[in-house]
């Protein structure tokens, strides 16, 4: 394959999934529709760089320099850097200097560059270091819990938090489910009926935008420009 990736759940409240990837003569990929905010590190020919990456409303083409190697941290929707919120980051990066292959520098400290199985211990000194913090209303709500606090005061804490809505949230996980069935084999029509979407056409035009390819596209993966990371989860649908 022209993309290797692979990637884990973690136990850890702060994190939905930590991921690791290799390039090969892949010049270009799909980068799908997300709502998480990531951490990721990359080396491209002894250069090593860093970078907090937003969530993404659409997708959208991105460029993958051959022959490099990638780690990712997926955070979990509720969880955010105060002092880089996320509705800056939306659409959008950060980057972090000074990063070398073993240490980087994070709020006038080092600190050992995480790899794939210790990315818990790392996220969990950024929590003790203040630098992440998780909001316990919106992850009770995505956790399936009846809100606390008015449905205003819910929204805005949903886009404090995540730096979009209840409803951009939910279209682009709904569209991520879509293309994950798909790719299993299950018919477009099947998938409309069990994610709720109107009909055909209406699961066509979500999957264009947020997955950026058609349901026969999907069911024909085409390795020269590979879709980023895509993974099953649970059914979730914020109102």
Partial sequence: MSLEIESRPSESPYIERVWRSRSGDVSAMMSVATSHW???????????????????????????????????????????????????????????????????????????????????????????????????TVAAVLGGAAPDVSARTLQRRFVAATGQTQGAIRQVHRARQAAVLIQEGIPAHEVVHRLGYFDQPHLARSLKRYVGRTATQLGAPDAAEPLSLLYKTCPWAPA
Wanted: hydrophobic letters at 45%; zero cysteines; a negative charge.
């Fill in 38 to 136: 990531e951490l990721v590190f990359w080396e491209h020919r002894g250069e090593v760089r860093a970078a907090v990456l937003g969530p993404e409303a659409k997708a959208s083409r991105a460029p993958v320099p051959r022959d490099a190697v990638f780690f990712g941290i997926n955070f979990a929707l509720g969880t955010s850097m105060p002092h880089i919120p996320d509705s800056r980051l939306v659409g959008g990066n950060a980057a972090i200097p000074d990063v070398t292959r073993r240490s980087l520098w994070l709020k006038g400290s080092a600190w050992h560059v995480p790899d794939f199985h210790n990315a818990e211990a790392f996220v969990l000194r950024m929590v003790r270091e203040g630098i992440v913090d998780l909001d316990p």
